[in-house]
């Protein structure tokens, strides 16, 4: 069966059949309100939350063909719905969801010429807001085109913003007043004047290529620049969401862009498993004690497939090259190279309970077509498929997108794309398989390393959008760059405690393991808190975080917590609130630290472990090395084991 919704309320009012000037469109505690108004013949809107103003008087609208819907316009027919509902997430950085809000839909025709129109939605939540536009039949004519968004953000007062980057280290901060930019790439994170924060993002990106920021505009203002194909009949646009919060954490807690997309389309989405994976890429030309090189063969799969069932360790990753040159047209990804048994590696896995995901290039996947090869990978017995380097345009890298979820989840099969996909906007919701992305830097990909400000920041603003693979959890921090292995190019700054704190920070359905297993027991007792990391958490909640500085999470497990923070170059000493713990409750806590000395370019893998117990009294002061990090692993000792 599906994954289970309680719908609590859903009524639906006509509010106006007549031409009005405005409207206050409200959320369902009141307190952000939107309004839309149509004085003086220009469209605009405006937003207050919490009795702040976050947004002036904003035009917008659009220009479609050669009818400019941002003036000498008329309002017309608004219908409000208010909805509540719980669902039950399958991949969610929460087991449960609640999703709240007013629905206003309205009808936007040209004066005098009632019969060009399009109908906008909004839908207002008690911390954001998202609207859509929607194109029915008889507002299409023959052929339509939406040439440009006409919408200008008329932010209240100057701000700081920060956004994604790709393979990079993210954008800002950058005072608006001071820097024209004209593509910005989302989500956006926004400080705003007042101190409030909100982020810009898209919701449900299916069809079309996804907007960016316009940030080269004057004074405040914010554009989006969108690219649209003609179109014969309906259609309706992604949601433009804005996320809004009194911190940054905030905005990483909220569930709008799930909320956002449609229901879970799989019927039984039971098979759907997230997990922590071993992946041979980065272990390829590691030399064990025992003599054992690792290689692109299935003895190294089956060692690493030995190692994770011993070690509460989900999957296997098997990555690029195992069918052949990746990039090459010939190489076919329904057989396996020289030294690869695919059928034996699978087997054996399947006998010792780890799943199988295999790396799909999008080249072979054309070339010997998509379906096909799905199809063999799911008669091999592979659990997942981890697809890279999509190419073609932005929208039919959208459309691909979306047709290889689809054809997945018929074969049962996760997905993870790499490799610059097309934002997360909240999809996962409708198919719960696409479990990750590779929506940041990855470490030691793009043949770098990024510094511990890029691992602050990307738990911020990265993960806004949705759930990401980074490839965490390095422990041979000294050496990998320059013992043989020819996937590691550069060295990698940190320190080890910061590398298992990314595991909790960094919310994923496929916690991607980069290093040897020698590795991990070398520092065994290190490790231990990685096995006791669960497939799956309970719960998402920042304890605090400052953009630039320093993130702490922590995460549910049953009745047990992890808490990971991390911080940038500096040192730091922070206190942990630890009153969202039950009242009535016990802990042991399991401190993984940083050493007094702990730095992440000269002292990485040096750290120290001690236990002590807690509760919702306890206010716990974690220190962190320059660069480095700390682990909490809060185990419950009220209760029977």
Same mark, same amino acid.
Not at 374 to 400: C, D, H, P
């Given at each position: ?35 839309? #108004? ?25 220009? +479609? ?13 608004? =219908? ?6 719980? $669902?039950?997430? +399958? ?64 932010? *209240?007062?100057?701000?700081?913003? $920060? ?13 608006? #007043? ?30 079309? @290529? ?16 969108? &690219? ?12 433009? +969401? ?9 905005? +990483?807690? #909220? ?21 922590? &994976?071993?992946? %041979?890429?980065?272990? $390829? ?18 060692? /690493? ?24 047209? &010939? #190489? ?60 073609? =345009? ?150 605090? @975080?400052?953009? %630039? ?18 911080? *940038? ?8 609130? /630890? ?63």
């Amino acid at each position: 069966m599906k994954n289970k919704t309680l719908i609590l309320l859903s009524f639906v009012s006509l509010l106006s059949c007549s031409k009005q000037d405005d409207f206050i469109l409200s959320s369902p505690n009141g307190e952000l309100q939107v309004t839309i #108004s149509n004085k003086d013949n220009t469209s605009a809107f405006s937003v207050i939350f919490a009795m702040d103003t976050i947004l002036k008087q904003s035009t917008f609208g659009l220009l +479609v063909d050669e009818t400019n819907y941002s003036e000498n316009v008329s309002y017309l027919d608004l =219908t409000k719905t208010e909805f509540d509902e719980i $669902w039950t997430t +399958v991949n969610g950085k929460q087991s449960t969801v609640r999703n709240h809000y007013n629905e206003y839909k309205l009808r936007v025709a040209k004066a005098k010429e009632e019969n060009k129109f399009h109908e906008i939605i909004f839908r207002i939540y008690d911390k954001g807001f998202a609207y859509r536009y929607n194109f029915p039949p008889d507002a299409i004519g023959d052929s339509l085109k939406i040439e440009q968004e006409l919408t200008q953000l008329n932010i *209240n007062g100057d701000f700081t913003y $920060w956004a994604y980057n790709g393979e990079n280290h993210n954008m800002g901060p950058i005072m608006r #007043s001071g820097k024209n930019i004209n593509k910005v790439r989302i989500p956006v994170v926004l400080q705003l004047a007042n101190e409030k924060f909100m982020a810009i993002h898209e919701a449900e990106i299916v069809e079309f @290529a996804p907007f960016s920021i316009n940030a080269s505009l004057n004074n405040q203002l914010l554009g989006f620049n969108t &690219t649209y194909s003609s179109r014969k009949e309906s259609f309706r646009t992604s949601w433009r +969401v804005f996320m809004i919060g009194d911190k940054i954490g905030d905005l +990483v807690e #909220s569930n709008l862009l799930v909320n956002l997309n449609e229901p879970c389309k799989i019927e039984d989405p039971s098979w759907i498993k997230p997990g922590k &994976t071993m992946w %041979d890429w980065r272990v $390829w030309g590691y030399k064990a004690q025992d003599g054992f090189e690792y290689g692109l063969n299935t003895k190294s799969h089956k060692r /690493l497939i030995d190692f994770a069932s011993e070690n509460n360790i989900q999957y296997l990753l098997i990555d690029a090259d195992w069918y052949g040159s990746e990039f090459s047209k &010939t #190489s076919n990804p329904t057989t396996s190279r020289e030294g690869i048994d695919i059928v034996d590696c699978m087997q054996y896995a399947k006998s010792k309970n780890i799943g199988v995901i295999l790396y799909l290039n999008d080249i072979g996947a054309k070339k010997f077509g998509l379906e096909r090869v799905l199809k063999q990978f799911s008669e091999w017995g592979a659990k997942g498929v981890k697809y890279g380097f999509m190419r073609g =345009t932005v929208e039919e890298k959208v459309r691909q997108t979306r047709n290889v979820v689809e054809l997945c989840a018929k074969y049962k099969l996760t997905v993870n794309f790499h490799d610059n996909p097309i934002a997360p906007s909240g999809d996962r919701r409708t198919y719960p398989n696409l479990i990750t992305k590779e929506f940041g830097h990855s470490q030691a990909d793009a043949k770098k390393s990024y510094f511990p400000e890029t691992a602050v920041n990307q738990p911020l603003i990265n993960m806004i959008a949705g759930p990401l693979d980074l490839c965490n959890g390095w422990f041979d921090l000294n050496n990998a760059h320059k013992e043989g292995r020819p996937r590691v190019f550069k060295e990698i700054p940190g320190t080890v405690v910061a590398e298992v704190a990314k595991l909790i920070t960094i919310y994923t359905g496929c916690a991607v393991l980069p290093d040897s297993p020698e590795e991990y027991l070398n520092k065994d007792d290190l490790f231990d808190c990685i096995r006791n990391i669960p497939a799956q958490f309970d719960s998402f909640k920042v304890l605090d @975080a400052r953009l %630039d500085e320093f993130v702490s999470v922590a995460r549910k497990s049953g009745t047990d917590w992890f808490i990971g923070s991390l911080t *940038n170059r500096d040192s730091r000493t922070i206190i942990l609130d /630890l009153s969202f713990l039950p009242k009535d409750k016990k802990y042991e806590a399991t401190l993984y630290e940083d050493s007094e000395d702990s730095h992440f370019l000269h002292n990485k893998e040096s750290y120290t472990i001690r236990k002590q117990q807690v509760n919702f009294t306890t206010k716990l002061s974690v220190k962190m090395g320059a660069g480095g990090g700390n682990v909490i692993y809060l185990k419950n000792i009220s209760d029977p084991q």
